[in-house]
Structure formats: C-alpha cells, structure tokens
C-alpha cells in the first residue's frame, strides 16, 4: 500500500498569513493527489484534485503543486473560514490512501 | 447533487449493519461512489469503492466483511458490514467521484458504534 505523510501535523498561524502544507507518498503517484478541507463537525470538502487543479467553485488563495512524491497545498493569504484540517489523498491507486491530517488553528 | 447517509447505529461486536446512500442529481451507476470512514478525533480513512462498470475494491481492515453495492433502480449506494468490531466505529460518509479515488461531494455521515 502506498503511504501518505503530511507536516507540518498542526501550525498555528493568523489571518492574513501565508500557509505551506506538505505531502509526501511513500512511492511515486504521477500527479493522483487530491487534497480536502475538513472543518470541526462537518464533512470533508474537495479543494484541488490531480495536484494542482483547483475545484470549481474553491477561491483562488488556494492552489497545489508536486508531482511523483512530494506535493504542497498553498493557502496565499488565511482567511477565517480557512481554520480547518486539510488531508491529502493518493488516486494512483486502491487502497486510496489519505494523509494524517494537518490542522490548521489560531 | 445531494447524498444522504442513513443506517447507522449501536451495534453489538460480531454484528451487522447495512448502511444506505440516497443520491439524487445523479445517477450512481454512472460514477465511483466511495465509502470513507472517520473514527472519533481521528483522520480520513477510506474503505471501498464501486466503479461506475461494478468493479469493487476494498481497504484490507474491511475486506471479507464488508460489501459495497448499489442499488440502480432506487440511485442508492449501500455498504453491508458484518462481523463488526470495535475498531470500526466511526462516522461512514458516502462520495461522488468524478474518476476512481477522487470524491468532489459527500454526505453528510452517519455514525456507527460497535459496541457491547
């Protein structure tokens, strides 16, 4: 099975603020990765899917890059909608693996 | 495009539960429909899939008792769990995908508890 890693696990950081989050597959998935938004209580939401297509509908601050094993979703300027935990997940192949999470706080 | 979750509940180890996806704005025979589970303060875990032609797929944690279908006529998914254990209580959403492994929409959840 492939293996997803994520750091920073959780970052404290201020509206207004650049925020990197970091992916990495334990072999390479061309470009299958997706990344979601969770916030407290509800269900996840689809950001960017095939590394660095963004969601119709997902603002523009957000955006994702990487190919192989090493991806980043970028949040260009916090919002506070934006405090939430983020997964990224492997579409290369079953089992769809997902990521431990990052959580992004205050 | 909405999904709606329902067929959770308490149940005791070593049971079963059926739980259904109600999809409407689409037509499920016509996507990959997925099963993702989340365990009490823990992260995504993803459990099966049904491909848009019937191939089916499983997390090895599930596989031999778990049984994903979908059910055309009624544009519902369904998961069949038998012989549950404690390690799977958590909250079951269903997803929409667009390709296999993606899910663009989610239900809302419906929980599980295994226990005695």
């Known amino acids: 099975d492939i293996q997803m890693t994520q750091s920073p696990p959780s970052l404290s950081a201020s509206v207004g603020d650049r925020v990197t989050i970091t992916c990495r597959a334990s072999q390479s998935i061309s470009n299958y990765l997706n990344w979601y938004q969770q916030e407290a209580g509800k269900a996840p939401k689809l950001l960017i899917f095939?590394?660095?297509n963004l969601q119709p509908g997902v603002p523009s601050r957000f955006s994702g890059s990487g190919s192989g094993t090493d991806f980043t979703l970028t949040i260009s300027s916090l919002y506070p909608e934006d405090f939430a935990t983020y997964y990224c997940?492997?579409?290369?192949?079953?089992?769809?693996?997902f990521g431990p999470g990052t959580k992004v706080d205050i | 495009v909405q999904l709606v979750e329902s067929g959770g509940g308490l149940v005791q180890p070593g049971g079963s539960l059926r739980l259904s996806c109600a999809a409407s704005?689409?037509?499920?025979?016509?996507?990959?429909m997925s099963w993702v589970r989340q365990a009490p303060g823990k992260g995504l875990e993803w459990v099966s899939v049904?491909?848009?032609?019937?191939?089916?797929y499983y997390a090895d944690s599930v596989k031999g008792r778990f049984t994903i279908s979908r059910d055309n006529s009624k544009n519902t998914l369904h998961l069949q769990m038998n012989s549950l254990r404690g390690e799977d209580t958590a909250v079951y959403y269903c997803?929409?995908?667009?390709?296999?492994?993606?899910?663009?929409?989610w239900g809302q959840g419906t929980l599980v508890t295994v226990s005695s």
């Open positions: 997803a929409r995908g667009a390709a296999a492994g993606l899910s663009d929409n």
């Open positions: 704005g689409f037509t499920v025979s016509g996507k990959y």
């Open positions: 997940q492997q579409s290369f192949t079953t089992p769809f693996t």
């Open positions: 049904i491909y848009s032609s019937g191939t089916t």
């Open positions: 095939a590394a660095d």
